[in-house]
């Protein structure tokens, strides 16, 4: 009985000399203690201590990035030989501004953890932590203080947790960055701090924080970016940026949690550019929307709608038998969805093997132009009532069978899809690489919804009464007005034509246009068959005419290697051809540089060249600044271009760059006015 | 498919408003114009031909304290021997901490001993932003031809306590003897450190 009584009585001894925290020590707006997760610990065992501060409401402490100004809390252990302790593990941070600076810290109650370890041969029977903490308190002034925490834990032969504080670790605990096992790189080229991390799964980022102190502007805007999987980060780099380690600790928050990555520092060679406003959470529904719209559009251009506009006049024709009617208006419409998809998934096979191409892709090819061209014309010889194709363009419905019907219309979609796509790439070109280069999923949706805009007037003549009653009755003025309709077709053939000589050169050209020759021949003969004016040796010439000219642009001269700069472009001393060892080299001499990226089937490129950059005003500009104007061509195709593209999360021409030395890389609209580079020269010239 | 231009040329406004003077080492300082406690004029272009020492300041910041301890002190008879023009410079908007009267700031001087040539107002915080001062104390040396020569941290160690003072690289008065010496600071650019400029 007496020793239980004495057992107690060392029990209540031991527990205040023996506790698992040090105590409260109070400092000005400020509470500290120091505790252990263990109230006895046995030797070889790892635990944490927590250093808990909670300070007055409305002050904070600072994380080891405090930012602009303010200190990280700094802990100084005093430790017996065979107990080590590691680096603070620092709780997500939260950003603090004080306008116009920012810091990065904690409000409110703070737990800040480290393991300690003790040696398994650790022999002595208790362990005593001495630590000297300093910290910087503050609200809008600051109070630094420091304090020191003494904590005695016994060593026993079995560790017991403090079980009292087990709520104050797990939620500590719970506050931690989960550590992110991505690979990342980071960059601070071009005046911006630039990040790319390859995410193991899509995570919807909010905010950064760079632990390396002074790298970035701490109230610089961050730019954040996702494309599939990949991470892109930017902010502006710090004032008092000075060099940073080859490896940064990086945190990344969401909505729900916050995650800690570890960037190694990109080569020299691998610069990392994240261009502005690259936004990628623009919600699905309204790329899809977009996509739609975008397709729409395409109905109105030369090369689709005289093709187009003939399938609506047949269906205004044929508007007595509905339900046939909406069965072609949908069998169309799957033939130009299909159609989409299928070049869509033939674009990023192609990418999937390694190939630099982007959208636009259709036409860097000079052959596949060319056939273009036939196709373009022989579609124009029809209209002109040359000779006929079965396609049901003219198709009334009623001498076909409902079989025959159906399959004219899905090919009249499949055509539809061939004939615009030389206009998307000029007109869409970026928009769909954009869509190109997300996740195969979206891509593909993205192309079904291009299709599905592009079907969505014959779907509503079809669906919807209302509409068909819109169209002027059918009558003989019908026959006019496809014969008219054959002029832009053969103007868009004359685009592609001329996009081929650019390629292949004058004689290549010729070539082709006496292909173009022997298509009128061959499409003169077929008619006359048509006719029956004309029997099966005009069927065999008409054949062997066609092959002579698919065979044609084969045996045309190999492209000559390309001049940068071709006397169609009036502003030959202007620029000089790009190439990224040149831009590298500029760059590094620290001066301006204008990049264009453009191709000659690019007619928003043309455009932007003649109306805002080939102009007296932007010559002008460019001479007061002393900009370097380099210019790459991606009328063929060209790996280097699609590569340079890439870094700037595009895929398609044009792209317009402006580097500023000493500021991050500047994109400029896709659509310039002639001010456009005037004025954003002007505003980044103004600077000391 | 217009949305992505349009977020591009609202990225591009923003990126320009945040096109704010950045001040570059090597690069002619941003001049000012600043009032003094006796109200007096003063020009960086005034003083053409001298070599400047910017110090944003503010009485009642620990970091400050630790550094006119002596320390401050110590570096102002030192570059006033050497002619080098020091401005004490107050960013403190009214009402926020270190913002102080002209009467107060001489009252300040002479109970510190200190030796700043002239201890400038900048209410509106103009100055501070040109420079970009962070912090203080905040130094900055701009030699004789008005050229910015280093700015940054009074020394290596972030700390509010005086001893760390003889323990630390002087990094601000390595910089003003190499500029005195017609040489370049190395480095030229450091870590300021202490309490935010009350802007």
């Known amino acids: 009985m007496r020793s239980v009584i004495f057992l107690l009585l060392c029990c209540n001894l031991l527990i205040p000399a023996h506790s698992a925290s040090s105590g409260w020590q109070t400092a000005k707006h400020l509470q500290a203690e120091l505790v252990s997760d263990y109230r006895q610990v046995t030797a070889g065992q790892q635990l944490q201590l927590a250093l808990h501060f909670v300070p007055d409401p409305h002050w904070h402490t600072y994380w080891q990035n405090p930012g602009d100004s303010g200190l990280a809390t700094s802990l100084s252990w005093q430790l017996p030989e065979g107990v080590t302790v590691g680096e ?201 929307l977009m996509a739609a719209g975008g397709g729409l559009i395409l109905n109105l251009m030369p090369c689709v709608f005289p093709v187009l506009s003939l399938k609506a006049l047949s269906i205004a024709a044929n508007s007595s038998k509905q339900a046939q009617q909406r069965r072609d208006a949908l069998v169309y419409s799957a033939g130009v969805v299909l159609s989409f998809v299928a070049l869509a998934l033939l674009l990023i096979l192609l990418r999937a093997a390694g190939e630099a191409v982007g959208w636009g892709f259709q036409l860097q090819n000079p052959y596949l132009v060319a056939l273009l061209v036939y196709l373009l014309f022989a579609l124009g010889l029809s209209l002109s009532g040359v000779v006929q194709f079965g396609l049901g363009l003219m198709n009334t419905g009623g001498g076909l069978t409902a079989a025959k019907g159906g399959k004219g219309s899905f090919f009249t979609g499949v055509l539809a899809v061939v004939v615009a796509s030389p206009c998307t790439a000029p007109f869409m070109g970026s928009a769909l690489g954009y869509a190109v280069s997300q996740s195969a999923p979206v891509a593909l949706l993205v192309f079904a919804a291009l299709g599905l805009g592009m079907a969505l007037p014959f779907l509503l003549l079809a669906f919807v009464p209302g509409f068909a009653g819109l169209l002027p009755k059918p009558g003989a003025w019908m026959d006019t007005l496809k014969q008219w309709l054959a002029y832009p077709l053969y103007l868009s053939a004359v685009w592609l034509l001329w996009v081929y000589g650019r390629q292949a050169g004058v004689d290549a050209q010729a070539l082709l246009l006496i292909g173009v020759v022997c298509i009128a021949a061959a499409c003169w003969l077929w008619g006359r068959r048509q006719l029956a004016q004309a029997g099966t040796v005009s069927v065999a010439l008409a054949l062997l005419l066609l092959l002579l000219a698919l065979a044609l642009p084969y045996l045309a001269p190999s492209p000559q290697p390309r001049q940068a700069l071709g006397p169609s472009h009036d502003n030959a001393q202007l620029s000089q051809a790009w190439s990224a060892a040149k831009l590298q080299q500029l760059r590094q001499q620290g001066k301006p540089v204008l990049v264009n990226m453009t191709a000659d089937w690019c007619i928003t490129c043309l455009v932007n060249e003649r109306v805002a950059l080939n102009t007296e005003s932007s010559k002008a500009a460019l001479a007061l600044y002393d900009v370097t104007y380099l210019k790459g061509d991606w009328t063929l195709r060209d790996a280097a271009i699609t590569e340079y593209l890439r870094l700037y999360q595009r895929d398609g021409v044009p792209l317009y760059v402006l580097y500023w030395p000493g500021q991050p890389p500047q994109v400029l609209p896709q659509i310039l006015t002639p001010d456009t580079l005037q004025q954003t020269l002007q505003q980044l010239s103004r600077q000391p | 498919m217009k949305l992505r231009q349009l977020v591009l040329a609202a990225s591009a406004a923003l990126l320009s408003l945040g096109l704010s003077a950045a001040p570059q080492v090597g690069a002619p300082a941003p001049d000012f114009s600043v009032v003094d406690s006796k109200g007096v004029s003063h020009q960086l272009s005034d003083f053409a031909g001298k070599n400047v020492v910017l110090e944003w300041t503010n009485h009642d910041c620990p970091f400050v304290k630790k550094h006119y301890e002596g320390n401050m002190q110590a570096l102002q008879a030192e570059m006033k021997a050497q002619d080098v023009v020091w401005l004490s410079v107050i960013s403190s908007a009214p009402g926020k901490q270190g913002h102080v009267s002209g009467t107060k700031a001489d009252e300040l001087t002479a109970s510190r001993s200190a030796m700043p040539t002239a201890v400038v107002f900048d209410e509106s915080g103009t100055v501070g932003k040109a420079y970009d001062a962070k912090t203080t104390p905040h130094m900055y040396v701009i030699d004789k031809a008005g050229v910015l020569q280093y700015m940054g941290g009074i020394d290596s160690i972030p700390s509010a306590k005086v001893a760390d003072i003889a323990k630390a690289t002087p990094y601000f008065a390595n910089a003003a003897k190499a500029v005195l010496n017609g040489e370049t600071p190395n480095p030229a650019i450091t870590k300021p450190y202490g309490c935010s400029v009350k802007y």
């Open chain 1, 88 to 288: 603070i593990q620092w709780p997500t941070p939260q950003a603090i501004p004080i306008p116009p600076l920012m810091n990065y810290g904690f409000a409110g109650a703070t737990v800040l953890l480290s393991d300690l370890s003790i040696a398994p041969d650790y022999a002595a029977g208790s362990i005593n932590i001495q630590l000297q903490a300093d910290w910087l308190v503050c609200e809008e002034v600051c109070i630094p203080a420091e304090a020191q925490f003494s904590l005695t834990l016994p060593v026993g032969d079995k560790a017991i947790a403090a079980s009292e504080y087990a709520a104050l670790f797990q939620q500590a605990r719970q506050q931690l960055p989960q550590p992110l096992y991505a690979s990342g790189r980071f960059d601070t080229s071009g005046g911006a701090f630039s990040a790319t991390i390859e995410l193991p799964q899509p995570l919807e980022i909010n905010a950064f924080f760079v632990a390396a102190p002074e790298l970035v502007d701490h109230a610089g805007a961050q730019q954040i970016s996702l494309q599939g999987n990949q991470l892109l980060l930017q902010q502006p780099l710090n004032t008092y940026f000075s060099g940073v380690a080859s490896q940064i600790e990086l945190v990344l928050v969401t909505a729900k949690a916050a995650y800690t990555v570890q960037l190694q520092q990109a080569g020299p060679a691998a610069e990392i550019l994240v261009t502005q406003g690259q936004q990628s959470d623009t919600a699905l529904w309204l790329v899809l």
